[in-house]
């Protein structure tokens, strides 16, 4: 059978630059998933996807022009139902054999095969294989149609001579153009309104000839590149512009600002990328880069730069989609471009300082959070007495008065014009604002750091002050939202909770904070008033079970999590501790053993009630309960000494000694005595030794 590879091409209008990547992966694997499934292309056939933005391709090697034919068996009906007793068809058989495209004289041929209990009939009949032409055109459609667009846009086409008048296509930009070569052949297919052809269009200004015709299916990507001075290949774009720019900021000594995002979307943009350096006047680097770096990067997809001392230079640069022999006019024009940009930037810095934070405070009450929790001022003011209660615990008055003023002025500059203009820099203004009006930089960064950490890997506040307004302010959050019942269902969580309580679960773990969870829960509760009820218990799931999947992530089994967090630790800093603890002491040889003992006895105390670990030396008869007594009496106060100390991995292996008098006192010993006053005390014995064992974590978790 005839193999070549296969090249189709949608030469289409400027694709949405942010989905560009994703489009063109989507067609490419979808249009060669559909070949394969139908016969035309074997499994490990080589898929190359071109992406740019005008254009979406694949190129797919070892394509046949039709399919190799197929033997089908399908199943009918079990022959007692087809077959009467002659022999001869039923009439369900006959209406079968009907529906598959055959008649009664298949009778004779159907295959007799055991299924299950029951024999049955099979007809068996060979497919034809598809041609590339039928097998295209069923992938094309299946490709388009799936193809991860949110909005689809509708416009008119011109039908052809024969059916004269408008027909309505739908997609994603208008479509113009469609290539469909297998090895030097056009493939006679038709997508959107169009016909495909061997030629398609090149670069809008600098391509060098029009059209661009291709001889082969291989030669896709060499003949854009010579011809239609088009880099196809969406990857060898963001390879080349991401050489280009480092060349470029080498060149001025200089490096790139946190570029990654920005090069994928100007990947998308651009069919020929050229690097040009561009500057802008001194004056403006008086404004915050932040304001400078977002707006050249959001607004005009610019790259910033940075001298050797991490300020912000004067230069930036530029990807160009054209490369003239003078760039001066194009550079010229993008210095234009970005000064009005840089020139609103200042203007707000200027206007927002003759304005105090404290000045704002007022205006928060204007501001809406949430129609069943009040506005920003109110808000702000449950923060302040939040933060206030937390610094007071964790440093007394003076954490506790600069933790409230920094809580009272956090959301002020969600009120400033540069805040309004570009909201991703909230805390950020907020923090040159503080300084301004003179609050220090204890309080100045507290205000920027208060949304710390803001996803996952992101720092946590630097200072005091910063931990103690962001703990609060997570805490409103989650203990107003869960107190109206506004929890994370699935995959929804418009109000970042999840994120909220990881944050909270960092800040006391990595700055091992001498707070506990549930006492940190109920001094937020009341700053809400009736507005919420107390649902404490239910937040409180929700952290463990948040910070049960983090420490998975991080790498902890789940029995070593599910032992230390059975207990619920109330300290989190501990938590870490505890895990280490647990992994040395399953590393013991005793630990399985001790494990399933634990567990053992877990088990019998859950049936009693009222049982004490209190034990009477006199009422201990077999030997084996007075060894395993004298021997909690030297390990338990050794395990006991080194918990207090937070030596959780020596108290858990302190216990290691008890391993044979524990294994002898259930084989020797009847804990359940018909005497009452030996069963207690044997009860007691195991309360008091279950206790001991499960200071650190339920060791019974380990047991398998």
């Not at 032409?133 to 388009?144: D, Y």
């Not at 056009?186 to 661009?212: C, K």
């Not at 030596?647 to 216990?655: G, K, R």
């Amino acid at each position: 059978m005839t193999m070549h590879n296969l090249l189709v091409e949608l030469l289409v209008e400027e694709l949405p630059p942010k989905a560009l990547k994703k489009l063109g992966l989507a067609f490419a694997t979808v249009l060669a998933d559909s070949l394969k499934t139908q016969g035309l292309a074997a499994a490990n056939a080589v898929v190359a996807d071109f992406a740019s933005p005008r254009r979406l391709a694949v190129h797919l090697s070892g394509v046949l022009a039709q399919a190799p034919d197929k033997a089908v068996s399908q199943k009918l009906m079990p022959v007692a139902v087809g077959l009467d007793a002659a022999g001869n068809a039923t009439p369900a058989l006959l209406k079968k054999l009907q529906a598959v495209g055959a008649d009664a004289s298949a009778v004779p041929g159907l295959k007799h095969a055991p299924d299950g209990k029951a024999e049955a009939l099979f007809f068996e009949s060979t497919v034809h294989g598809a041609t590339l032409v039928q097998g295209l055109q069923k992938a094309l459609h299946e490709a388009i149609a799936k193809l991860p667009i949110p909005k689809v846009m509708s416009y008119q086409l011109e039908r052809d001579c024969e059916l004269p008048g408008w027909s309505t296509v739908s997609f994603v930009r208008p479509a113009h153009g469609l290539v469909a070569l297998h090895g030097n052949t056009v493939v006679p297919v038709t997508a959107l309104g169009l016909r495909a052809g061997n030629a398609t269009q090149g670069h809008r200004f600098e391509a060098a000839m029009s059209p661009v015709v291709f001889a082969h299916a291989d030669d896709y990507a060499a003949t854009l590149a010579r011809d239609g001075a088009v880099i196809a290949s969406f990857e060898l774009r963001r390879v080349d512009i991401a050489r280009q720019l480092q060349a470029a900021a080498a060149a001025l000594g200089a490096q790139l600002v946190d570029y990654e995002e920005l090069l994928v979307e100007v990947t998308a943009l651009v069919e020929r990328p050229n690097v040009l350096t561009c500057s802008f006047e001194s004056e403006f680097l008086q404004v915050p880069q932040e304001c400078l770096i977002l707006t050249m990067k959001a607004n005009q997809k610019y790259f910033p730069l940075l001298d050797a001392a991490g300020k912000l230079s004067n230069k930036f640069l530029v990807v160009s989609n054209v490369n003239p022999n003078d760039p001066s006019a194009v550079i010229g024009g993008n210095e234009r471009v970005v000064r009005p940009r840089l020139a609103d930037a200042k203007f707000f810095f200027d206007q927002d300082r003759k304005k105090t934070l404290e000045s704002r405070v007022e205006g928060l009450s204007k501001v809406v959070y949430h129609n069943k929790l009040g506005n920003q001022g109110e808000r702000m003011a449950r923060v302040c007495a939040i933060a206030r209660t937390i610094g007071q615990q964790l440093g007394g008055d003076a954490l506790a008065e600069k933790a409230a003023l920094a809580a009272r002025l956090a959301k002020t500059d969600l009120l400033t014009d540069m805040v309004g203009e570009f909201p991703e820099l909230q805390g950020i203004m907020g923090h040159y604002y503080a300084m301004n009006d003179g609050l220090g930089e204890e309080v100045a960064k507290a205000i920027s750091d208060h949304y710390c950490p803001r996803f996952a890997g992101d720092w946590l506040p630097t200072n005091d002050v910063g931990l103690v307004v962001a703990l609060a302010d997570k805490l409103e959050t989650l203990v107003g939202m869960f107190g109206i019942g506004n929890v994370p269902t699935g995959d929804k969580d418009p109000f970042a909770l999840r994120r909220h309580a990881l944050g909270l679960i960092r800040i006391l773990i990595e700055r091992d904070l001498a707070l506990e969870v549930t006492s940190i829960l109920h001094i937020a509760v009341p700053t809400f008033g009736d507005l919420i009820t107390d649902a404490t218990l239910a937040l409180a799931d929700f952290i463990y079970d948040r910070l049960a999947g983090s420490l998975r992530e991080q790498g902890y089994s789940a029995q070593e999590v599910d032992a230390v967090l059975a207990l619920r630790p109330q300290r989190l800093g501990d938590v870490p501790k505890r895990l280490l603890a647990v992994r040395a002491f399953a590393a013991l040889p005793e630990s399985a053993a001790l494990a399933a003992a634990n567990k053992r006895i877990g088990n019998i105390l859950k049936k009693t009630d009222g049982v004490d670990a209190h034990v009477s030396p006199v009422l201990l008869q077999e030997p084996a309960e007075q060894a395993l007594f004298a021997a909690m009496q030297t390990a338990l106060p050794q395990a006991t000494a080194l918990f207090e100390v937070g030596d959780y991995t020596a108290s858990l292996q302190a216990l290691a000694a008890l391993r044979a008098p524990v294994d002898a006192f259930f084989e020797h010993v009847m804990v359940n005595a018909e005497q009452l006053d030996l069963r207690l005390n044997r009860l007691g014995l195991l309360k008091g030794l279950h206790a001991a064992m499960n200071r650190v974590a339920d060791l019974s978790k380990l047991a398998t």
